[in-house]
């Protein structure tokens, strides 16, 4: 554990997880039980929109970030989060959860699977012409048991039109708050 000085906040070294793409920036705060884990997105690929109109929920191609082996709790979640598309403005719901985004014809998160936002539920982003968004969650409580799907995937949906066929990128901040309970 390293100890940062000038602001007195431990930056964990153990128990830490696995973050999702190289392109993340993740750091870590805590003491080994508590972990507060902050994850930078910098035009980070959430999914690719296809040549049609419809409503469609994005297939993300890498998760965010692992948690480790063991029992966690996870407490609170944040997003600071704009995204963009390119061709005609949508408002697309945006949302956190243990299991990705399986491209079925729902144009909201929930309507595909309650687990697809079990972490931060969905919330509408006003246009996906830069625009930042910011939604913060502390009821998404849950437990990762040692067998349980350890990943967090960042996901999307939305009714696309068809000058929106390209990717969906996302620039922001996203905190996860958990305590490793065993």
């Known amino acids: 554990m390293e100890v940062l000085t000038d602001k007195k906040i431990l930056t964990n070294k153990n128990n830490n997880g696995v973050q999702g793409a190289p392109t993340l920036k993740v750091v870590e705060y805590g003491d080994g039980v508590?972990?507060?884990t902050k994850i930078e997105?910098?035009?980070?690929?959430?999914g690719v929109i296809p040549a049609a109109a419809a409503a469609?929920?994005?297939?993300?191609?890498?998760?965010?970030?692992t948690l480790p082996a063991g029992v966690q709790l996870r407490s609170a979640s944040y997003g600071s989060i704009g995204v963009t598309a390119v061709g005609t403005a949508v408002s697309p719901e945006i949302g956190l959860g243990t299991v990705a985004g399986d491209g079925s014809a729902n144009a909201t998160i929930g309507a595909a699977g309650a687990t697809m936002e079990d972490i931060l539920e969905g919330y509408v982003v006003a246009t996906t012409v830069t625009h930042a968004e910011v939604e913060s969650s502390a009821a998404e409580l849950g437990i990762s048991a040692s067998g349980d799907v350890k990943s967090v995937f960042l996901n999307s949906a939305g009714t696309w039109n068809v000058d929106n066929a390209g990717n969906l990128t996302v620039s922001g901040t996203v905190v996860l708050v958990w305590d490793t309970l065993v």
Request: charged residues 15%.
């Open 34 to 36: 508590h972990h507060i």
């Open 41 to 46: 997105l910098e035009d980070f690929i959430v």
């Open 56 to 65: 469609l929920t994005l297939e993300p191609i890498t998760p965010l970030y």
